[in-house]
C-alpha cells in the first residue's frame, strides 16, 4: 500500500494551500554550530489553478530556514504580487501563461509578474526575481512583500533571476531580454553597485528572440547566451506557444567587455542547444571557459507546431564552453564532460567569475525509472571530474545544493551544502546539510518538516549580520 502511494504522488510539483511558521523542528543529527543564517528558497506555487499555465508560471512562494546555534526554524509566505493581490480579492485565477490574461479579466490588469525563480541579498535588500519584471524586495524577518524596487528609477523593465554578483566589487550584474516588449529580441544590461546604486544600463538586439534564462560574467567580459527557444507575437495571439524550440535557428553567444558597449558585441556561434544554468566562468588568457548544463533539445517547450521535442536529447549534462577571443573563428567549442543527467549548478560563490576548483549540482539516479527526478547530489573538481556522488533513497528527490562556506576566510570548497529533499513516502520535506567536500557521506544533519515544500528554482543563504 506503500509503494502504491508513493507511485500515486510520484512528483513534488502541485502547491501548497496555505501559508505557515514552524518555530522549533527536529533535527537529526547535529546542525553545525557555524551555520548561523537563513536559507531562502524560491519557486512557483499556484495560488489558483489555470487552465493551461505552464509550470513556469506558477505565483512565488518564499520558504525561510533558519539556523541558529544548533536549531532551526521554517517559515513560508506567498509574495504579494498585484497579480497575487488582483487574484485574492477576485478568488479565482485572472493570468493563463506568460503575462496572458485570461478572457473575463478585468481589462484595467496588466502586471501578471509572479516573482517566484530566484531570491538574493545585494546592498542590505532582499529581492524576488522573476525574469519579466523588476526586483520585489522583501522584508528578511517577516518575509512580508514591499514591492517593486527600480533603483532610484534607474532600471526598468525585465530584469533577470540569475544576476552575478562579483566577489571582489560586490558589482551585481544583470540583465533583461524582452527589454523592448513582450517577445521582442532586444535585451538590457547593467549594473549596480556594492552600495546599491545604479551604475549602467543599455540595451541592444539580439539575432532573434529568446527566452535568455542565465548569462554569463567573467572578471572583464560578459556573454548573453541567445539559444533557440524562441519568442513569436504572432504564434502568442493565433493561440500558439509563445515560446517553442525552433533549432534551425542556431546558437549564439555574444560578449561584451565589462567596461566596454554594447554597440561593440561580438557574436559567436555553434550547434542548436540549451541551457538554463550556468555553474560558472573565467578568463584563461585570450580564452573564456564556462561551464553549464547543456541540453541537446530543450525540454519543457514544444515546436512551434505544438509537437514535442525529442526526450532522449531533452536532459542537461555537464558541458564546457570555450571562446577563443584572439582567433579568427566565430565558433564556440561546446564538450561535454560528463554523462550524468544533472541541474541547478553552484560553486563557492567567493569564485564567481573566477578560476574554480568546486561545483555541486544535482542529479538524476539512472538506475530510476522516473526520468528527470533529481534524486542526488555531484561534486566535481575545476575539471568536471567527479569528487563525490550521493545518491538519495528510491522516490525521493533533491533541489538545488547551495554552497555556504565555513568561514569567510576558508578555503575554497571549505564549508556546507544545504538542499531541500522531499521524502516520497512521508510526503514531506528536509532541509539535507552536506559537508560539501565529502557528499558521498550523506547528510551531517537533517532539519525535518511537518509538510513538503514543493519543488521549486533557485534559494540562497544569508549569513547572520
Known sequence: MQQDAVAERRHNLGPIPFEADAPFLKIIGELPRELNGTLYR??????????????F?????????????GRAS????????PKWLAEHDAGRALFGGFGRKLPDAPQDLTDGGVANTNIIFHAGKLLALEEAHLPTEIDPGTLATRGYHNYQGRVAGSFTAHPKIDPVTGELVFFGYNAAGPLTPALSYGSIDASGKATRFERFEAPYPSMVHDFI????????????????????????????????????????????????????????CYVFHV??????????????MQFEEAPLFTHPDGTPTNPEKSFARHCRWTFDLAGKTDRFQQTYLDDLTGEFPRIDDRRAGLKSRHGWYACANPKLPMFGA????????????????????????????????????????????????????????????????????????????????????????????
Not at 74 to 81: A, M
Open 57 to 69: 508560471v506558477g505565483d512565488g512562494m518564499l520558504h525561510a530556514f533558519h539556523l541558529e546555534n
Open 74 to 81: 521554517h517559515r513560508n509566505r506567498w509574495v504579494r504580487t
Open 217 to 272: 560574467v567573467t572578471e572583464n567580459h560578459v556573454l548573453f547566451p541567445i539559444l533557440p527557444v524562441t519568442g513569436s507575437m504572432e504564434r502568442a495571439i493565433s493561440g500558439r506557444p509563445p515560446y517553442a524550440w525552433e533549432p534551425d535557428k542556431g546558437a549564439y553567444v555574444g560578449v561584451i567587455k565589462r567596461k566596454g558597449s554594447a554597440k561593440d558585441i561580438v557574436w559567436f556561434r555553434a550547434e542548436a
Open 374 to 465: 533529481l534524486s542526488g547530489v555531484v561534486h566535481v573538481d575545476g575539471n568536471g571530474t567527479r569528487l563525490g556522488h550521493y545518491l538519495l533513497p528510491a522516490g525521493d528527490t533533491i533541489s538545488e545544493p547551495v554552497f555556504v562556506e565555513r568561514s569567510k576566510d576558508a578555503a575554497e570548497g571549505d564549508g556546507w551544502l544545504l538542499a531541500v529533499v522531499w521524502r516520497a513516502r512521508e510526503n514531506r520535506s528536509d532541509l539535507a546539510v552536506f559537508n560539501a567536500k565529502d557528499v558521498e557521506a550523506g547528510p551531517v544533519a537533517l532539519v525535518q518538516l511537518g509538510h513538503r515544500v514543493p519543488d521549486g528554482f533557485h534559494g540562497n543563504w544569508v549569513g547572520a549580520r
Open 42 to 55: 524560491n519557486g512557483p506555487n499556484p495560488q489558483f489553478d489555470s487552465p493551461g499555465a505552464h509550470w
Open 279 to 292: 555553474m560558472n566562468a573565467w578568463e584563461d588568457g585570450d580564452r573564456i571557459i564556462a561551464d553549464v
